[in-house]
């Protein structure tokens, strides 16, 4: 694909897009049918950057993949991963997050693994120190080695007792992975328990895990000695709904969203109302619609689940330059999520950023020299401009902002959107966005 798009703007989005599942879950299942003895089944696969990392991935470590594109289904056979060789899995460094699950698996199929360099968005320093002190304190040894972590087993992995310091996704994930084939019992306190965090879990129990969560952010796992193949259809992805719905605010416009489901997007849902969107929940999807009139400013502050996720932030920031007033939002989940915002200042939104904690609450990142906190003024008119999409997230609001501006604009890079967007090219072609390829 090429990877310049002249974009048209000033026109309201005006149609009806799908939505399918989840890359933040479909990535990780994906990762959970190598702890099967038998194949597994899911559905409902997005076309998109991340699944075809994981599939090569998949396929280097000797799982067979039959993948139907546009069923959206996929196939997952593992039972030749005994022969796979840890080599040339380097060659998938710099990718994706998604490698550093493997951990777990692999150390359960094999008693090693390479673990090559991670990628995903720049968004902060994204360490990885809560995923190597887990599986260390299940009795992992693990060694740097250029490009990439090596770890062995040289025991069975044993269930083990853990806090996080703060509810990590990927460090929750990495202990279920991990836990459901260790000996015993393994209890994590101040687990991460978003709603694809629980779809992983409706995996593994399907699997033959033993998991209990509570209310109060445990986890509770008995490992246990076989799991088989699972069937599963992926929850929907309701960070890509979340920002069409963005789009629709931003542009003036309507969109149907189809697959968006409300239950776990009642914070986007609720926020979106404050500012002025309008929206109409059906069985199908969800409606999102600007219903003329002036947006309201607000305060928000983004959290891990139930607050308001991280990643639905910077296509809403795009949307928050079109409304009355002074909006402030404090990022407290990642220390340099802003970046995004020297381009839309560039096309005329009056956007400051902040070291100190502007929300309700201090964060971690508030003693530091972090960047995490930005006023919005609006509204302002956005002008079109010649701009560079900086990762995932921030390229789709970039988008959204050339959509938003008359003119022509020159958007680079749009092939990183790919990594989570679904055809967004079609998308947009369908809700009747002027573009071009060059
Ligand atoms: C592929 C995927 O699912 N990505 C999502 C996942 O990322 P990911 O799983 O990487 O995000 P985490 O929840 O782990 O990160 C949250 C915070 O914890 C910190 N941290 C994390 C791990 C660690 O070992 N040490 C540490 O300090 C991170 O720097 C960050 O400040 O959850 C994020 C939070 O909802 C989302 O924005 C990402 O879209
Ligand atoms: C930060 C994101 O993804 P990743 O963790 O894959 O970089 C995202 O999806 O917005």
Request: proline share 7%; hydrophobic share 40%.
């Given at each position: 694909m090429n990877d310049l798009l002249y974009v048209n703007g000033g026109n309201p989005l005006r149609g009806e897009i799908t939505v399918r599942g989840a890359k933040n879950f479909v990535s990780k299942a994906m990762v959970a049918a190598l702890l099967g003895e038998t194949p597994s089944v899911l559905r409902n696969v997005p076309q998109i950057r991340d699944v075809a990392v994981v599939k090569g991935l998949l396929e280097l470590h000797g799982v067979r993949v039959e993948a139907d594109d546009a069923a959206g289904t996929l196939r997952l056979d593992p039972s030749d991963v005994e022969i796979a060789h840890v080599a040339d899995i380097d060659a998938h460094a710099g990718s994706s997050r998604i490698p550093i699950l493997f951990c777990g698996p692999l150390l359960h199929r094999l008693g090693e693994a390479f673990i090559p360099d991670l990628g995903g968005c720049r968004i902060g320093d994204r360490p990885i120190n809560y995923h190597l002190d887990i599986l260390r304190q299940f009795g992992?040894?693990?060694?740097?080695?250029?490009?990439?972590?090596?770890?062995?087993?040289?025991?069975?992995?044993?269930?083990?007792?853990?806090?996080l310091p703060y509810?990590?996704?990927?460090?929750?994930?990495?202990?279920?992975?991990?836990?459901?084939?260790a000996d015993g019992i393994t209890e994590l306190a101040g687990a991460a328990i978003e709603p694809e965090i629980m779809d992983l879990i409706n995996v593994l129990q399907k699997m033959g895990a033993i998991i209990s969560v509570d209310t109060d952010r445990v986890i509770r796992i008995e490992g246990v000695e076989r799991l088989e193949g699972y069937q599963h259809t992926s929850l929907s992805d309701r960070i890509?709904?979340?920002?069409?719905?963005?789009?629709?605010?931003?542009?003036?416009?309507?969109?149907y969203v189809r697959g968006a489901t409300q239950p776990e997007m009642t914070t986007f849902l609720n926020t979106f109302r404050k500012v002025g969107g309008e929206f109409a929940v059906d069985d199908e999807g969800i409606r999102?619609?600007?219903p003329g009139g002036d947006l309201r400013s607000i305060q928000l502050e983004t959290?891990?689940?139930?607050?308001?996720?991280?990643?639905?932030?910077?296509?809403?920031?795009?949307?928050?330059?079109q409304a009355k007033?002074?909006?402030i939002v404090h990022e407290t989940v990642y220390e340099n999520r802003f970046g995004f915002v020297d381009a839309l200042v560039g096309m005329g939104a009056t956007i400051q950023v902040y070291k100190e904690c502007l929300?309700?609450?201090?964060?971690?990142?508030?003693?530091?020299?972090?960047?995490?906190?930005?006023?919005?003024?609006?509204?302002?008119?956005?002008?079109?401009?010649?701009?560079?999409?900086?990762?995932?997230?921030?390229?789709?609001?970039?988008?959204?902002?050339?959509?938003?501006?008359?003119?022509?604009s020159?958007?680079?890079?749009?092939?990183?959107?790919d990594r989570g967007y679904e055809h967004f090219m079609d998308k947009l072609s369908a809700l009747g966005a002027e573009f071009s390829r060059d």
């Open positions: 992992a040894v693990v060694e740097k080695r250029p490009q990439g972590i090596y770890l062995s087993a040289p025991r069975r992995l044993q269930g083990t007792k853990i806090a509810p990590s996704v990927g460090a929750t994930e990495q202990l279920l992975l991990t836990a459901v084939r890509e709904a979340a920002s069409w719905a963005s789009a629709a605010l931003a542009t003036g416009g309507d969109i999102f619609y600007h959290d891990v689940h139930p607050g308001f996720m991280t990643d639905w932030q910077q296509p809403l920031v795009v949307a928050l330059t007033g002074l909006s929300g309700g609450r201090p964060c971690r990142f508030g003693q530091r020299n972090f960047y995490h906190s930005a006023v919005i003024s609006g509204p302002t008119p956005l002008s079109a401009a010649d701009i560079e999409v900086p990762d995932l997230r921030g390229g789709f609001s970039h988008l959204i902002a050339a959509l938003t501006a008359k003119g022509t020159q958007v680079r890079g749009i092939s990183l959107i």
